[in-house]
T-cell receptor, first 119, second 114 residues
């Protein structure tokens, strides 16, 4: 069974500072994918960044980067130069199989971290 | 930008009513999903579909039912709504053409059952 753990229920960060959101996972699979989604107060889920278990380099997407430490089973999201618009819930999620297995495309989500950016 | 739509966005309804939450996507994705999310909590998968006439129950038991008669449409129905069904319902879709096979989400429906 999969499990995603996000230990920070809430964080307050000063605008323009960098912030790290923690995510650890538990799986016995060798092949898996890790996602981060942002959920503003409006409710929709916005895909931010992806890391495959076989990717050798940490994923980056603009101000977002993923600090992937496979041996520690952690996939922390780093947001550089935070902005007021970054205030939202952030969810880490794991997909456990390769796309070649059509039988299992489900995501398991963590409990989320509520990030508040202070002006 | 993802093209996945959910209606209604907000619904307040009395106990015992039958409701259908609509979800449509214009991306031609084969895979579609329904998640239930209580405020400030994680998402739980309640239904998914890998294509037309394919539906499966998710990890969280739900009294709702779904259908997939057309690729673009994946409605969720509650035959008799109860206060315990009060939650946000998020629809998502994906296929193999995405760079990461990520799921694209709709805006959600916030359901309140009185």
């Amino acid at each position: 069974a999969q499990k995603i753990t996000q230990t920070q229920p809430g964080m307050f960060v000063q605008e323009k500072e960098a912030v790290t959101l923690d995510c650890t996972y538990d799986t016995s699979d060798q092949s898996y994918g890790l996602f981060w989604y942002k959920q503003p107060s409006s409710g929709e889920m916005i895909f931010l960044i992806y890391q495959g278990s076989y990717d050798e380099q940490n994923a980056t997407e603009g101000r977002y980067s993923l600090n992937f430490q496979k041996a520690r089973k952690s996939a922390n999201l780093v947001i550089s130069a935070s902005q007021l618009g970054d205030s939202a819930m952030y969810f880490c999620a794991m997909r456990e199989t390769l796309i070649s297995n059509f039988g299992n495309e489900k995501l398991t989500f963590g409990t989320g971290t509520r990030l508040t950016i202070i002006p | 930008e993802a093209d996945i739509y959910q209606t209604p966005r907000y619904l307040v309804i009395g106990t015992g009513k039958k409701i259908t939450l609509e979800c449509s996507q214009t991306m031609g994705h084969d895979k579609m999903y329904w998640y239930q999310q209580d405020p400030g909590m994680e998402l739980h998968l309640i239904h998914y579909s890998y294509g037309v006439n394919s539906t499966e129950k998710g990890d969280l038991s739900s009294e709702s039912t779904v259908s997939r008669i057309r690729t673009e449409h994946f409605p969720l129905t509650l035959e008799s709504a109860r206060p315990s069904h009060t939650s946000q319902y998020l629809c998502a879709s994906s296929d193999l053409s995405g760079a990461y096979n990520e799921q694209f989400f709709g805006p959600g429906t916030r359901l309140t059952v009185l």
